[in-house]
């Protein structure tokens, strides 16, 4: 049997696609958002979610750390509940799970180029323990140990201190690398279709926000990441145009033409459009009737609901206006 065949086979998935049915009727839909924009308290927003699957989660929080550790505690379960046991092919769970652990090796080598304990900075969300992640190199998974020795032999210096300021790129290069390598094994248009959104969409983020400060096209080329269908040395031509001819040509490619140019050249309106962009993708593989994509949609659905929660409960604590967290939230909640 191809994989082709492994990845539609409807009997594989059929026990995971209907509990995903079952599980999409308790997804927050909008108006529980515009409940919780209005309640402005975390006492009357957390009674809303009383209801849901985050209420024993959030039962004692009191404070943005809280709440954070709280969801991300129910991301967590949905990981190891529901992802590991939805029969999905190992590339499909890696797929989630990886980029955590590149996320790790991010706030592992930062802490260590600042000077600063990594404790409190990892994620519970990859393949490993986040403890793995505060010891030795030869504990790390072998692709997360590569990569660093890689970053290491590129950025240290001769006493081997890195340069706080290029880690971010230099490991977000190692994590496209890898996961555009496990959206490929894993037989699924979706993933891959997804992974290749992720790569442009980022390097739109990286161009516009680095164009319009000025920042030197030599300074971000190396901040670009491969995998996307839009070709780095497309973006570094484009760079080098006037501010609005580079960004409304950026506008006319394929994965961008749901993008006004205004809102483009807008990084916070940008953010908002792009996550839009991407939760449309997900809504439309969400109702494919086979194969692992609703299973996939429905676990990128809830990670975005997750964001959701903390962009307006954390938004609540911290005072900010509402309309602003409105427009932040409204295209993907």
Do not use: C, W
């Not at 699957?53 to 550790?69: H, I, K, R």
């Not at 706030?107 to 409190?120: F, Q, S, T, Y």
């Not at 190692?174 to 279709?193: D, N, Y």
């Not at 109702?287 to 609901?305: C, K, M, N, Q």
């Amino acid at each position: 049997m191809t994989r082709l065949r492994v990845i539609a086979d409807p009997k594989r998935y059929g026990f995971a696609v209907g509990r995903v049915r079952v599980l999409e009727t308790n997804l927050l839909g909008p108006m529980t958002f515009e409940r919780l924009l209005d309640a402005r308290d975390f006492d009357r927003q957390r009674r809303i979610l009383a209801d849901t699957v985050y209420a024993g989660y959030l039962e004692g929080a009191s404070t943005p750390d809280d709440v954070e550790q709280a969801l991300d505690a129910s991301l967590v379960d949905l990981y190891e509940d529901f992802l590991e046991h939805a029969n999905l092919p190992g590339p499909i769970v890696a797929y989630f799970r990886v980029r955590h652990d590149f996320e790790n090796l991010k706030a592992r080598l930062k802490a260590e180029a600042l000077g600063i304990p990594v404790d409190g900075l990892l994620t519970p969300l990859g393949s490993v323990s986040p403890e793995v992640f505060a010891g030795p190199a030869d504990r790390l998974p072998s692709g997360v140990r590569e990569a660093e020795t890689r970053i290491r032999t590129a950025l240290a210096d001769e006493d081997g201190n890195l340069p706080p300021d290029e880690v971010e790129a230099a490991v977000d290069r190692e994590m496209f690398t890898s996961l555009s390598a496990i959206a490929h094994q894993s037989g699924s248009r979706f993933v891959r279709h997804l992974m290749s959104l992720e790569a442009d969409l980022g390097n739109v983020r990286a161009f516009v926000r680095s164009r319009i400060r000025g920042v030197p096209v030599a300074d971000v080329e190396p901040a670009l990441v491969s995998g996307g269908t839009i070709r780095t040395s497309t973006f570094v031509t484009l760079y080098r145009l006037p501010v609005e001819e580079g960004i409304a040509r950026i506008a006319a490619l394929p994965p961008l033409r749901r993008i006004e140019p205004e809102v483009l050249a807008d990084p916070a309106r940008l953010d908002v459009a792009i996550d839009a962009l991407v939760a449309r993708e997900v809504r439309i593989h969400r109702v494919t009737s086979i194969g692992p994509d609703p299973v996939v949609g429905y676990v990128l659905a809830r990670r975005a609901e997750v964001t959701a929660l903390k962009t307006v409960i954390i938004g609540t604590f911290s005072r900010v206006p509402v309309e602003r967290l409105r427009e932040r939230v409204r295209e993907v909640a």
